[in-house]
């Protein structure tokens, strides 16, 4: 069974920063990996997907980076900023479904 | 272009009721899912549904029943409500069913039983 653990469980860090949030998983058998971003009380909202076969995506501050072989990932967030404060939460994907296994995430605080 | 919408976006019922959430998918896509965030936790995945036919079911008991329309719309039924059915529930549209593709979530549903 596809266990996703997700540490720290909450960081918080000056504004201007850079970070990294880590992200493990169980079974390296997975079709791709996504991060999303969760306000309080909201829905998710997708950042960075990484198929299988690659190993990093980038978007503006954000890169991504998955070793399917250890089973990690990780996120890093360069140059952090009041507005990134959030729950980030990490999920890997089997091939044939939408059966995604979430970690519990990191809460983020970045302070002014 | 509207994204997935959900409704009720809050909702409170007393233990024993029942409840249906809604869903509309982003038009053209033909997948929905339905996941359960407890507070404090990672979505769990409930169902999914795609061309109107069940494709996937997670570890949740009998209680808990979905089923989508002709329009690729969703409703997720629970029956006899127990506390523990306190949650976020989340609706996720994509345009296949396949891992291929990216699952586009909507806003959610906050059940409280009381």
């Known amino acids: 069974k596809q266990e996703v653990t997700q540490i720290p469980a909450a960081l918080s860090v000056p504004e201007g920063e850079n970070l990294v949030l880590n992200c493990s998983f169980t079974?390296?058998?997975?079709?791709?990996l996504q991060w999303f971003r969760q306000d309080p009380g909201k829905g998710l909202t997708s950042l960075l997907l990484?198929?299988?076969?690659?190993r990093e995506q980038t978007s503006g501050r954000l890169n991504a980076s998955l070793d399917k072989s250890s089973g990690r990932s990780t996120l890093y967030i360069a140059a952090s900023q009041p507005g990134d404060s959030a729950t980030y939460l990490c999920?890997?994907?089997?091939?044939?479904?939408?059966?995604?296994?979430f970690g519990a995430g990191t809460r983020l605080t970045v302070k002014p | 272009d509207a994204g997935v919408t959900q409704s009720p976006t809050h909702l409170i019922k007393t233990r024993g009721q029942h409840v249906t959430l809604r869903c509309s998918p982003i038009?053209?896509?033909?997948?929905v899912s339905w996941y359960q965030q407890v507070l404090g936790q990672g979505p769990q995945f409930i169902f999914q549904?795609?061309?109107?036919?069940?494709?996937g079911r997670g570890n949740f008991p009998d209680r808990f029943s979905a089923r989508q329309f002709p329009n690729y719309s969703s409703e997720l039924n629970v029956n006899a409500l127990l506390l523990g059915d306190s949650a976020l529930y989340l609706c996720?549209?994509?345009?296949?069913?396949?891992?291929?593709?990216?699952?586009?979530f909507g806003a959610g549903s906050r059940l409280t039983v009381l």
């Open positions: 038009s053209g896509h033909k997948s």
């Open positions: 079974d390296s058998a997975i079709y791709n």
């Open positions: 549904y795609y061309e109107k036919e069940e494709r």
């Open positions: 996720a549209s994509s345009l296949g069913g396949a891992g291929a593709n990216v699952l586009t």
């Open positions: 990484i198929q299988s076969s690659q």
């Open positions: 999920a890997v994907r089997p091939r044939y479904n939408n059966d995604m296994r």
